[in-house]
C-alpha cells in the first residue's frame, strides 16, 4: 500500500475535522455562557501570574478571496477610529477586575490586518495597552503584518514599542494564482517589509503560506518556495487552504475547478516539507517549520510546545485575555468569545464595559481529553505514563483512551515512551485520530478538510 493510499483508508481526504486550535471547539461553545462566567473569571486570575493579551483589529482594505478570518473591508478610517475607541473602553472595564500584579508575558495584535491603523492610532493603542498591562522582561509582542498595508512610519512605531516578532502573510507569490485570491502582492514589496523590520531590530520574522490554492502547480509553488526562503524567515506556517464558501461568503470567487485534486494538494504540502527541512528547517506540528533556533523548535524539542488560537505556540501563560470582536479569553475555569460581529461587540461595551457572549466553562472529563488532543497535536504521541501522572484519579479512563486510539489505528502507533508514537509518516492523520478522542463530536461537516 502506498502512503497516500494508506492515508487514503484512514479518510484524509474525505474528513472533516476540527483544527484543535482549542479543546472544546469554539463552535462547541455555549450560547451566553461568556457572559455569564467573564467577570468572575477575571476576578480569580491569580494575582501576580502570567497573562498573554490578544487584540483582534478586524478590518482589511482589501478581502482576500481566499480568507476564512473574522474581518471585514472598509475604504475609510473611520469604522476603524470609532472600533479602537470602544476597545479602548474594554481594556479598562476589563482591568479594573483584574487583580495586582499581573505580567503581560506575550502581546499579540491579529486581525484581519492590524497594520491598517495609522500611526497616530496604534500609538494610542499601544500606549493603552501597556498602561493596563505591565509587560514581562521577556515579553514576545507579535503583530500579523500585511505588506501591502505596511506604512515604514507604522512600523517604525510598532519596534518603538519593543515589537519582537513579526508575522507575514504571503500565501504565494505566483501572479495567477494572486490573481484568482484576489491578492495582489509582489516580492519586492514583501521583501522591502521584511528589510525594514529587520534594519529596525526586529529579531524574527515568520512568514504564512498556503498551499491548496487556485492554479497552484508543482512549478509555481516551487518558485514560491525558492523565494520565500531567499527571506530568510525564523519560523514558517504553511496551511492547507480551506475552502468553506458555506462559512466564508467571498470564498464563492474561487471556482472550484480552479482548486487542485487532492493528489496534487497533497503533494503540494510534501513538497514544501522537503524544501524547508532540506533548508534546514525543522518540522513542528502539522503546519509549522522553525529554524533550530527559533523558539518553537526549541519549545518542541523540550515538550513545551502548546495550541493556542494562532496555532503552534510557546506561550505557556496559563491565562490569556482577548479585546476585540470575536477574541477568545481562556482562563484555567475555561473560554470566553467575545461577540462575533463587531456591531454587537460595539453595543455591548457601549451598554456595559465588557462583551463576553459564548463560552465554555471546563467539566472535570474535558480537562484529560484536552490534554490528550494537545499532545497529540503537537507531540504525535499518547504517553500513557505522563498522563496518569497529571491526572491519577483517571488512570481507567486514560487506559481506555489508549486501548481504543491502538484499536482504531493498529498500522500507524508504535509503543514508546510509556504510551503510543504516532509514526513519522503517519502524522497528517493527527486532527482525524484526535477527534475520535473528541467526546464533543466524531462526524462533523463545519470543518474544513483535515489536509
Ligand atoms: C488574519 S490572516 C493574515 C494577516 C494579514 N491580514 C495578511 O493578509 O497578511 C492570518 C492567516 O490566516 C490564514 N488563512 C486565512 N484564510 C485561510 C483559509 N481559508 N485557509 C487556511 N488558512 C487561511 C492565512 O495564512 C493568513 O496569512
Ligand atoms: S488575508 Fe489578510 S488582508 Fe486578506 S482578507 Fe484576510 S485578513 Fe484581510
Known amino acids: ?265 497533497f503533494d503540494l504540502a510534501e513538497m514544501a516539507a522537503q524544501v524547508f527541512t532540506q533548508a534546514g528547517y525543522l518540522p513542528i506540528g502539522i503546519d509549522h517549520f522553525a529554524l533550530p533556533s527559533d523558539g518553537l523548535a526549541q519549545a518542541a524539542k523540550e515538550g513545551r510546545l502548546r495550541r493556542n488560537f494562532q496555532g503552534y505556540t510557546d506561550d505557556t501563560a496559563p491565562t490569556l485575555i482577548g479585546f476585540g470582536a470575536s477574541a477568545i479569553s481562556r482562563f484555567s475555569q475555561g473560554y470566553v468569545q467575545n461577540a462575533p460581529a463587531t456591531s454587537a461587540y460595539l453595543d455591548r461595551i457601549a451598554q456595559g464595559g465588557m462583551a463576553g457572549h459564548n463560552g465554555y466553562a471546563m467539566q472535570h472529563a474535558d480537562g484529560l481529553v484536552a490534554r490528550v488532543i494537545e499532545e497529540l497535536m503537537c507531540c504525535f504521541m499518547f504517553s500513557e505514563d505522563r498522563l496518569n501522572a497529571e491526572f491519577p484519579n483517571q488512570r481507567d479512563t486514560i487506559h481506555a483512551i489508549g486501548v481504543s486510539l491502538m484499536r482504531q489505528f493498529p498500522d500507524v502507533f508504535f509503543i514508546a515512551h510509556g504510551g503510543l508514537q504516532l509514526r513519522d509518516d503517519a502524522k497528517p492523520l493527527v486532527r482525524i485520530i484526535a477527534s475520535c478522542v473528541d467526546t464533543f463530536v466524531s462526524k462533523q461537516t463545519a470543518h474544513a478538510s483535515a489536509i
Open 1 to 265: 500500500m502506498t502512503r497516500f493510499e494508506q492515508l487514503e483508508k484512514h479518510g484524509l481526504f474525505d474528513a472533516r475535522v476540527p483544527r484543535y486550535t482549542s479543546y472544546p471547539p469554539a463552535n462547541h461553545f455555549v450560547r451566553g455562557a461568556g457572559q455569564r462566567h467573564q467577570a468572575d473569571w477575571l476576578r480569580t486570575v491569580p494575582e501576580g501570574s502570567a497573562v498573554s493579551v490578544y487584540i483582534h483589529i478586524p478590518f482589511c482594505k482589501r478581502l482576500c478571496y481566499f480568507c476564512a478570518c473574522r474581518t471585514q473591508g472598509t475604504r475609510t478610517m473611520r469604522p476603524v477610529e470609532a472600533y479602537l475607541a470602544v476597545l479602548v473602553q474594554e481594556l479598562h472595564a476589563v482591568r479594573a477586575l483584574l487583580p495586582a500584579g499581573l505580567k503581560m508575558a506575550r502581546l499579540h495584535l491579529g486581525g484581519g490586518t492590524p497594520t491598517i491603523l495609522s500611526s497616530a492610532a496604534m500609538h494610542n493603542v499601544l500606549t493603552e495597552v501597556f498602561a493596563s498591562f505591565d509587560a514581562a522582561d521577556d515579553i514576545e509582542f507579535s503583530v500579523e503584518i500585511d505588506p501591502t498595508e505596511a506604512a515604514p512610519a507604522l512600523l517604525e512605531i510598532l519596534a518603538e514599542f519593543g515589537l519582537n516578532r513579526a508575522s507575514i502573510g504571503v500565501q504565494d507569490f505566483a501572479p495567477q494564482v494572486q490573481e484568482a485570491i484576489g491578492r495582489q502582492q509582489s516580492f519586492a514589496q514583501t521583501q522591502a517589509v521584511v528589510e525594514k523590520l529587520r534594519a529596525l531590530g526586529v529579531p524574527n520574522i515568520n512568514l504564512d503560506l498556503l498551499y491548496g490554492l487556485p492554479h497552484q502547480t508543482s512549478d509555481s509553488f516551487a518558485n514560491t518556495l525558492d523565494r520565500v526562503l531567499s527571506l530568510a524567515p525564523d519560523r514558517l506556517a504553511i496551511y492547507g487552504y480551506a475552502h468553506v464558501p458555506w462559512m466564508s461568503k467571498r470564498q464563492v470567487m474561487i471556482k472550484e475547478d480552479s482548486l487542485p485534486d487532492t493528489h496534487a494538494r
